[in-house]
């Protein structure tokens, strides 16, 4: 019972996210941060591009900001594909959807109603709470996962110790009922004894009775 316990109290201390763990959740979210810098300032250096140059010449730089999300698109995808990783295919998907926006920006910004382009303005912005949420609920999986495997360790414990315990008690009795029995047989083997002894000097008596008779 007392080992329980303190495996038990082992178990909690445990359920601090060790250092593995915590490198691993850093660098999943190291990554995510990454791709959010990178993204964010693609689309910022887009608007300082518009509000700083010609319409022609803005539209010829797009596609050279165009050609370079692509390029870090396939990177990212290699990378993904090498090391077969989902979190790298959906920062990948992320920059592949990034690169088709940036093909309708210069549609977006100089041929549509100022709504629309001030909402692809602050595109930065609404990344920014994307990304802020999607590290948060990979940090809560992450820890939520891991304590959930000490629950089930926890589990496994309790029925261990709930058996061992039967175990216990079913051997208490056995012995218990053991040392009954063999009360019992000394009592039966003594009342036997004193009975031969009984018959025994009885039938002395009765020699002796002969004897004085004849």
Not at 154 to 162: A, F, R
Not at 168 to 184: A, D, N, Q, R
Request: proline share 1%; hydrophobic share 40%; charged share 25%.
């Amino acid at each position: 019972m007392e080992k329980a316990k303190l495996m038990q109290l082992e178990i909690e201390k445990k359920r601090k996210l060790p250092k593995e763990v915590k490198n691993n959740i850093n660098t999943i979210i190291f990554q995510n941060l990454l791709a959010a810098t990178i993204i964010m300032a693609y689309f910022c250096l887009i608007n300082v591009t518009y509000y700083n140059f010609e319409n022609n010449i803005f539209e010829e730089y797009m596609k050279y900001f165009a050609l370079g999300i692509i390029l870090i698109t396939v990177i990212d995808i290699e990378i993904a594909y090498r090391k077969n990783s989902i979190k790298l295919w959906i920062i990948g998907g992320e920059f592949l959807i990034s690169g088709i926006v940036s093909l309708y920006i210069p549609y977006i910004y100089l041929h549509t109603n100022n709504i629309i382009r001030i909402i692809i303005m602050i595109l930065p912005a609404i990344l920014v709470v994307y990304y802020f949420l999607k590290s948060y609920i990979i940090y809560r999986q992450k820890r939520f996962h891991y304590q959930n495997n000490l629950s089930d360790v926890k589990e496994i414990m309790k029925y261990d110790e709930n058996k061992s315990y039967l175990e216990e008690e079913s051997t208490k009795l056995y012995k218990v009922k053991t040392e009954e029995e063999e009360t019992i047989k000394k009592v039966i083997l003594k009342e036997q004894a004193i009975r031969r002894k009984n018959r025994q000097i009885a039938s002395k008596k009765q020699s002796i009775n002969k004897n004085t008779k004849n």
